[in-house]
Nanobody, 123 residues
Framework: QVQLIESGGGLVQAGGSLRLSCVAA???????MGWFRQAPGKEREFVSL????????LYADSVEGRFTISRDSSANRAYLQMNNLRPEDTAVYYC?????????????????WGQGTQVTVSS
């Protein structure tokens, strides 16, 4: 059963912007929401997270200052605004949700995952 559905990926030139959306088929108001990405031949990499209330956010060093995570808990929806995209941002992007204790910079504690959306940044 699909619990999270990402959209908004596509092909963009370097320096451009995309906004990814994640719609949850359930109530995730008490869950941490995260974004990860995976490029060919690479392990899944942490991008960003936001806690249940939206009061805390974290970003990977590689995207700090360029990406912004947000959520609309009442609509079970999360977003990743990506600005000043670089070719090295090219990857499949996944949203995820979890409510167990753990380090949410790792994919391990997340309970639910989306199917992924492709982001390709040309030079």
């Amino acid at each position: 059963q699909v619990q999270l559905i990402e959209s908004g990926g596509g092909l963009v030139q370097a320096g451009g912007s995309l906004r990814l959306s994640c719609v949850a088929a359930g109530t995730f108001g008490f869950y941490t929401m995260g974004w990860f990405r995976q490029a060919p031949g690479k392990e899944r990499e942490f991008v960003s997270l936001i806690n249940s209330s939206g009061s805390r956010t974290l970003y990977a060093d590689s995207v700090e200052g360029r990406f912004t995570i947000s959520r609309d808990s009442s609509a079970n929806r999360a977003y990743l605004q990506m600005n000043n995209l670089r070719p090295e941002d090219t990857a499949v992007y996944y949203c995820a949700a979890g409510n167990a204790a753990g380090d949410y910079r790792s994919p391990k504690p997340y309970n639910y995952w989306g199917q992924g959306t492709q982001v390709t940044v040309s030079s």
